[in-house]
């Protein structure tokens, strides 16, 4: 079955960087593009970043856009999301998400919290 696991969330202060991953199994990773969205309290999921099957092609939502970078290793099957300059209002859980013959799936999430 598909599973994708996040990781690398935590605690961090303003201006700090994170590093998340997201490592897929149960399906064929390097044939589905991958995006990253985040939850924060009270909020609805937002898209984040998304990135190509061959990681060619990315795209970013303007709130992240030259902090944020997704990249990906199909060798490895793991979606990374390297996360600098981070803000307070960059605080939620961060998801990965796939979609395989028109059914989403989505990791368990991961915590970021940043905060002095």
């Known amino acids: 079955q598909v599973q994708l696991v996040e990781s690398g969330g935590g605690l961090v202060q303003p201006g700090g960087s994170l590093n998340l991953a997201c490592t897929a199994s149960g399906f064929t990773f390097r044939d589905y593009s991958m995006s990253w969205y985040r939850q924060a309290p009270g909020k609805e999921r937002e898209f984040i970043a998304f990135i190509s099957m061959t990681g060619g092609s990315t795209t970013y939502a303007t709130s992240v856009k030259g902090r944020f970078t997704i990249s990906r290793d199909n060798a490895k099957n793991t979606l990374y999301l390297q996360m600098n300059s981070l803000k307070p209002e960059d605080t939620a859980v961060y998801y990965c998400?796939?979609?395989?013959?028109?059914?989403?799936?989505w990791g368990q999430g991961t915590q970021v919290t940043v905060s002095s």
């Open positions: 998400r796939s979609q395989i013959s028109r059914v989403v799936y």
